[in-house]
Structure formats: structure tokens, C-alpha cells
């Protein structure tokens, strides 16, 4: 199946400090990514849509200058947490929609990053 | 809205069948996922269904009726790495590819 990475895998950060997320599709070209958050023993809550060329468009609640996404290129997208604070550890993990070559509609999620702050 | 709903937790033993039941209540419907996550780690794919009626996967079936809003993830021939969770996901319209999560269903495979 199509490969997605992210970047770091895990990251401890102080309160105050800004922290970016790479999300790479590896082996195929994605217009469009998603940016989930997971708590723990909760469900992933998607945060925001990334498109390539243009603004990403914000879920209710997700404050977009905290969550500053850029989708540079067809294959990366990145997710900026600004001025962490530690209600913001989570793990965040990104995903993208590969289709043709008999993988319609089949979305694949990077391995996702735990944001620890401290 | 969105409401999807699943149990929280299962056990089954190895080597049996094991159902789990989603129901969604959503404003529209374009397609239903199921994913498998284990603990710390990114969902992988495990079947799509638009349609009513049953898809097989090795294994693993799922089952979609769209009038009763109701799916059904079917695994048999447990396994002990089957242990995991198993996540509902209802693609929103008028989007093919934004989806919305249930809880998830924690499966605790015994021997």
C-alpha cells in the first residue's frame, strides 16, 4: 500500500516553545492531507484539512494561529503547534487519500507523533 | 451532526468469531471505513463499504446497511495480534474523504 511518514516520531518540548510536524506521502502525490489529534482512550478528532497550493481549512474549535499548517508540495505537508502548552501533548497523526491502481477512497495514516510538553 | 456509536471493549477468545457492531447517526452518508489501531500507533485500513451488503477480506468482513445505519466489522479465526482497537469511521458529505471517528472498540483476544 502507499507509504506515508511523519517526522519526528516523538518530541518532548517546554511550555512556550513551538514544535513543527512533517507529514510525507512517499510514494504518491496528495493534494489533500488531514491532521488528526488522539488523547488518550479517545478517538481521533480531525483538526484540519491541508491543501496544497491553498489555506487549510480549520475544524470548529481548532484555533488556526496556534495550528499553523503549510502544504508546500504535493508530497508535504507540515503542522506548526505554536507557544505549546501542556494540554496540547497529545499524539498527532496525519493522513492522505491515494487513489487509482485499485486503492479508491483508501486513506492512509503516517505513524503518528507524540507531542510531549513539559 | 456526527454520532457514531460502538461498544468500548470486547474479549473473545482465540480461534473464535468476533462482531462488532457501529451505528451513525449522520447529516449524510458517502461511505463507511474500518481501521484497526494498536496501542500507540497510527490506524491501518482495514475495509470500505458504500453500498449495502457484506465485503470479505480474508479473514475479515464487514458489513454495511445504510437504511438501518449500521455496520458490523466481522473477524474470524482470532489471533492473539488481533488484539487491538477497531475503529468506525463515516465519511461527512460532501466530502469523499473527511471522516468522522467513533470511540473505537478495544478487542482483548484471550487464549
Known amino acids: 500500500g502507499a507509504v506515508v511518514s511523519q517526522h519526528p516520531s516523538r518530541v518532548i518540548c517546554k511550555s512556550g516553545t513551538s514544535v513543527k510536524i512533517e507529514c510525507r506521502s512517499l510514494d504518491f502525490q496528495a493534494t489533500t492531507m488531514f491532521w488528526y489529534r488522539q488523547f488518550p482512550k479517545q478517538s481521533l478528532m480531525l483538526m484540519a484539512t491541508s491543501n496544497e497550493g491553498s489555506k487549510a481549512t480549520y475544524e470548529q474549535g481548532v484555533e488556526k494561529d496556534k495550528f499553523l499548517i503549510n502544504h508546500a508540495s504535493l508530497t508535504l505537508s507540515t503542522l506548526t503547534v505554536t507557544s505549546a502548552h501542556p494540554e496540547d501533548s497529545s499524539f498527532y497523526i496525519c493522513?492522505?487519500?491515494?487513489?487509482?491502481?485499485?486503492?479508491?477512497?483508501?486513506?492512509?495514516f503516517g505513524p503518528g507523533t507524540r507531542l510531549t510538553v513539559l | 451532526g456526527q454520532n457514531i456509536d460502538q461498544p468500548t471493549e470486547m474479549t473473545a477468545t482465540e480461534g473464535a468469531i468476533v462482531q462488532i457492531n457501529c451505528t451513525y447517526q449522520?447529516?449524510?452518508?458517502?461511505?463507511l471505513f474500518w481501521y484497526q489501531q494498536h496501542a500507540g500507533e497510527a490506524p491501518t485500513f482495514l475495509s470500505y463499504?458504500?453500498?449495502?451488503g457484506l465485503e470479505e477480506k480474508g479473514r475479515f468482513s464487514s458489513f454495511l446497511s445504510r437504511s438501518k445505519g449500521y455496520s458490523y466489522l466481522l473477524l474470524k479465526e482470532l489471533q492473539m495480534k488481533d488484539s487491538a482497537s477497531y475503529l468506525c469511521?463515516?465519511?461527512?458529505?460532501?466530502?469523499?474523504?473527511?471522516?468522522?471517528f467513533g470511540i473505537g472498540t478495544k478487542l482483548q483476544v484471550i487464549p
Open positions: 463499504n458504500v453500498l449495502d
Open positions: 493522513s492522505a487519500y491515494a487513489s487509482g491502481g485499485g486503492r479508491h477512497n483508501e486513506q492512509f
Open positions: 449522520t447529516s449524510g452518508f458517502n461511505g
Open positions: 469511521a463515516v465519511i461527512r458529505p460532501p466530502s469523499y474523504q473527511k471522516v468522522t
